[in-house]
């Protein structure tokens, strides 16, 4: 060791770290897909020459982040399924908020969802979904976002004061509606969800459904997490649901600040 | 670009391939653990020089694999969950399953556990458990010896004949009863389990439990998966959960024959 870590630190980054990004770019290259991708599908959208990434991908392999199907295309791993697991605001939470969610599934029969906020968006880590319950275009790991959802809003409402500032400057579609929302209605809205405590909101397609979502706080009552019941809205009245989703917030809460894992 | 396809080849491995094996260092470095890092515990684990880890780490943090807490401390982040989402034998597998695990789980009122082979061990993607089920030690994301237990014996008992080979060439530790199992014994076990299509056995410790598991076969009748009932052997006789878990293992089955994600 002759060199500084000045010396190192100022060389390494033009040879050594591009390599990694790429190889984080092939795992990108799966997203708003699943599923297996050939070589040179994998290739193309990553935007790397095949032969880097038969050379990244093999790399990945190996260690387990993809897997190799039978006819030689490529799939995400089970071993990030397991690094993932680990991951305290992903399944440390849901772990946490599991029994709890069941109970409410079984008390309605529809879906029940789980989200955290990550910067401007909400990232669904827990569905639970009946057999027949109504239709919802969510996924679990599938992002949302903040100003059109009931987890989404709630999130946003208990989020810091510059997240507001920067989703009320931003754009705020609402696709299904054909229109814009207005940063005004936004405001009045985030304003009542924090009063209340609880968001009702409804979307209109793919089918009529209606969210009553509520925050999850942790032991600094951060809201670290939403919870949220989903509905067809012919079916229920969703203000009759409020009292059961904010009782289960507020369990989910008591078990995430007990919770070693859910920090 | 002057060089040819194989000088390049021939050149990178020896600068940049190890740097990506260094940033998975970094990842692995939160297995059997979870939780949080320090700089320090990130850079011991993983056995890397503190300016390499802190410069790798940024990586994985700026990408969203690593997260850092207000303390300064390293998790697991979320985007690596949005990842592992799309994982078609653990996420994609389970979003078939699920519904028919709540089924099962609602009848039974126990542990549920789903499990995918990963080699020579079953890796558990998914589990529910009511608030006061027996206490198991089994996590998701976690992984199990094939030999001995109920989801393993499943998976083990329809795998192709050179993993049987592997494992019966290996050690066979039954911890929990301080002793091996003999290689004769577990030959014996994969021939009732694949006559029978189901396994029934038991574990004494933390408390005695029984487990009760099935296969779930793909389009091509490969065994994708095993899903098994975990119940206190003093509750249930688990001969009873028999035709249940058989029945619903079938049910899981159409449904991954279906599913366009769970391959």
């Known amino acids: ?56 991908a093999r790399r990945l392999t190996e260690w387990g982040a993809l897997e190799r199907t039978g006819d030689g295309q490529f799939v995400i791993g089970l071993r990030l399924l397991e690094i993932a697991a680990l991951s305290p605001r992903g399944h440390g939470l849901r772990a946490a908020a599991l029994p709890f969610m069941q109970d409410l599934h079984h008390a309605t029969g529809q879906h029940v969802l789980l989200a955290v906020r990550d910067d401007t968006e909400a990232v669904l880590v827990e569905r ?23 987890v989404g809003l709630v999130l946003l409402a208990n989020a810091p004061r510059d997240v507001h500032e920067e989703v009320l400057a931003g754009e705020l579609p609402l696709p299904e509606e054909r229109r814009g929302l207005s940063a005004a209605e ?55 649901l409020v009292p059961a989703v904010v009782a289960v917030a507020r369990a989910v809460s008591r078990a995430v600040q007990r919770s070693p894992a859910a920090r």
Chains 1, 2 share one sequence.
């Open 1 to 56: 060791m002759t060199e500084s870590p000045v010396a190192r630190r100022g060389r390494k980054p033009a040879q050594g770290e591009p390599v990694v990004d790429r190889a984080l770019r092939l795992l990108s290259a799966f997203e708003d897909r699943g599923g297996a991708l050939s070589l040179a599908q994998l290739s193309a959208r990553a935007g790397l020459p095949k032969a880097t990434t038969l050379r990244l």
């Open 128 to 150: 639970l979904s009946a057999h027949r319950a109504g239709r919802v275009l969510f996924r679990v790991g599938g992002r949302l976002p903040l100003h059109a959802t009931g």
């Open 186 to 240: 936004l405001r009045r809205t985030i304003a009542r969800v924090r009063r209340e405590g609880v968001a009702v909101s409804s979307l209109r397609l793919p089918e009529p459904m209606s969210s009553v979502a509520a925050p999850v706080f942790d032991a600094r009552q951060t809201a670290v997490a939403a919870l949220s019941v989903v509905v067809p809205t012919a079916s229920l009245q969703p203000a009759t």
